[in-house]
């Protein structure tokens, strides 16, 4: 048998992080079992159903690198599949038509509801004998009357339901549309899927979709019912919480590797191990380790694993990813070091990849202005010799690597008999307009020459306009 799972979103709105979730496990699974894995748009809900949905669907499941082997497959394109199956389960007596008005079942479920019963359909036209008629009509599922549905879950372990406490469903609206329950069997039956994992939110749906497969004579996949994902605060996970969809995780500056690892331990283990390659991943995945109890989204962990991939992937690869935040910020990168390089050097020093491409610019643009506290702490007149000296000596200087920098910077420290600071911290504002930077050697590599020595006359004139005005 070859394994077969699905991701089958609903194109109503982008791709959230509990879809993500689903995805992402589903496509773990497959990996792991050497199957394969479809990619499904249920979009009967046309009202609804958006192109720009769907783009985002695609674009977040690429971003993520959960590519598809087959599909994407769209519900909208199979009415006529759907359709004809319906008409077998009619010509079989498994299916009838009921003319029902809306106004009868709204009625019929307030009354059930007043009297504290679950409102369901009490099968008034379930024996009816078919009739030439213009009148408006569903198509309902006839639901077993007796016995139960059983499944071995794979969280959950063993569910049941009695046929009692399930009605006779909708499978095609009064306009002939085919509805979710019944288009979803058909296309599990037909793409030959061998396992749904999916969220706990489906349980109910389970039982009817299986009654509806064993009336068609389709085999029953098995099912792995996920818990839903919760905020900090024990809430249901929303919009107030931060972000929701996966693009906006990218926007936010967060590495694809970083999500999918935090993902992947939202509600699954292995020991105590936290940070997982996409190969371990796939070796250790299996779903009876899913945990039952919902997760927690926490955005403190998130960021400790995105630093950690930035420093750890390679640098060609997070340039990669960044470049579009450099885009985003309008920095333009045509002059100055290779992105990569500055993935390198500064790392270490930033959470996310908003954070990186913002403390980057001054490598590739002259900043504005001076930070003010930096620069009334360390362009000071008493800097002045400092600036001189290292300026001198950079401007001899003709092999321009970290060696030679960092002694060149020594060298003036130890001229004038002063500690590296001294001399440090003065250059690190001048030639950056800020406190903070990597490595001056590194930090003095990446700009170049010809920057710093402009940047350094830039920092003495602002110290010659400061010693005037004492």
């Given at each position: 048998m070859t394994v077969k799972t699905r991701f089958a979103p609903s194109p109503t709105g982008f791709l959230h992080v509990g879809g993500a979730r689903t995805a992402l496990f589903s496509w773990l699974y497959t990996k792991s079992k050497g199957g394969k894995f479809v990619l499904r748009i249920e979009d009967t809900d046309v009202e609804r159903s958006t192109q720009e949905a769907v783009d985002a669907i695609l674009e977040g499941m690429t971003w993520m690198g959960l590519t598809w082997d087959e599909g994407p497959f769209y519900q909208t394109k199979r009415f006529d599949r759907y359709k004809e199956l319906i008409l077998k389960l009619l010509d079989e007596k498994k299916a009838y038509k009921c003319y029902c008005s809306?106004?009868?079942?709204?009625?019929?479920?307030?009354?059930?509801?007043?009297?504290?019963e679950a409102p369901r359909y009490d099968g008034k036209c379930r024996d009816l004998i078919d009739q030439e008629s213009n009148a408006p009509f569903v198509v309902r599922f006839k639901n077993p009357k007796l016995g139960s549905v059983s499944f071995d879950d794979h969280v959950r372990?063993?569910?049941?339901?009695?046929?009692?406490?399930?009605?006779?469903?909708?499978?095609?609206?009064?306009?002939?549309?085919?509805?979710?329950?019944?288009?979803?069997v058909?296309?599990?039956?037909?793409?030959?899927?061998?396992?749904?994992?999916?969220?706990?939110?489906?349980?109910?749906?389970?039982?009817r979709q299986i009654n509806i497969l064993h009336a068609l004579g389709a085999p029953i996949p098995e099912y792995a019912h996920v818990a839903m994902i919760l905020g900090d605060d024990g809430a249901k996970l929303s919009?107030?919480?931060?972000?929701?969809?996966?693009?906006?995780?990218?926007?936010?500056?967060?590495?694809?590797?970083?999500?999918?690892?935090?993902?992947?331990?939202l509600g699954w283990s292995h020991g105590d191990q936290e940070i997982f390659s996409e190969a371990e991943m796939i070796e250790l995945f299996s779903l009876d380790k899913i945990n039952k109890a919902p997760s927690a989204f926490n955005n403190e962990k998130l960021i400790w694993l995105n630093q950690h991939y930035?420093?750890?992937?390679?640098?060609?690869?997070?340039?990669?990813?960044?470049?579009?935040?450099m885009q985003t910020q309008n920095i333009d990168t045509t002059n100055g070091p290779q992105l990569s390089a500055v993935v390198s050097a500064l790392a270490e020093r930033a959470k996310t990849l908003v954070d990186l491409a913002s403390s980057s610019?001054?490598?590739?643009?002259?900043?504005?202005?001076?930070?003010?506290?930096?620069?009334?702490?360390?362009?000071?007149?008493?800097?002045?010799?400092?600036?001189?000296?290292?300026?001198?000596?950079?401007?001899?200087?003709?092999?321009?690597?970290?060696e030679i920098l960092q002694a060149l910077i020594q060298e003036c420290a130890d001229e004038l008999e002063v500690n590296m600071g001294k001399v440090g911290m003065p250059l690190r504002v001048a030639i950056t307009g800020a406190g903070q930077s990597p490595s001056l050697d590194v930090t003095l590599r990446l700009i170049g020459k010809e920057r710093c020595l402009t940047r350094i006359s830039r920092a003495l004139a602002f110290i010659a306009t400061r010693e005037a005005a004492q």
């Open positions: 809306k106004e009868r079942v709204n009625q019929l479920r307030n009354l059930q509801e007043s009297a504290g372990n063993n569910i049941e339901f009695s046929n009692t406490e399930l009605d006779d469903l909708i499978i095609q609206r009064t306009d002939g549309t085919p509805t979710y329950n019944f288009c979803v058909v296309d599990d039956w037909d793409m030959q899927i061998t396992h749904v994992i999916r969220g706990e939110d489906h349980i109910n749906n389970t039982p919009k107030r919480h931060g972000a929701v969809s996966v693009m906006q995780f990218r926007n936010d500056g967060y590495l694809p590797e970083a999500l999918k690892n935090y993902l992947v331990r930035m420093k750890t992937l390679d640098p060609d690869y997070v340039a990669d990813h960044l470049k579009w935040h610019r001054y490598f590739f643009e002259e900043y504005k202005e001076f930070d003010a506290k930096a620069a009334k702490k360390h362009l000071r007149p008493v800097a002045k010799a400092a600036l001189e000296l290292v300026q001198q000596k950079l401007q001899a200087c003709t092999t321009w690597t970290d």
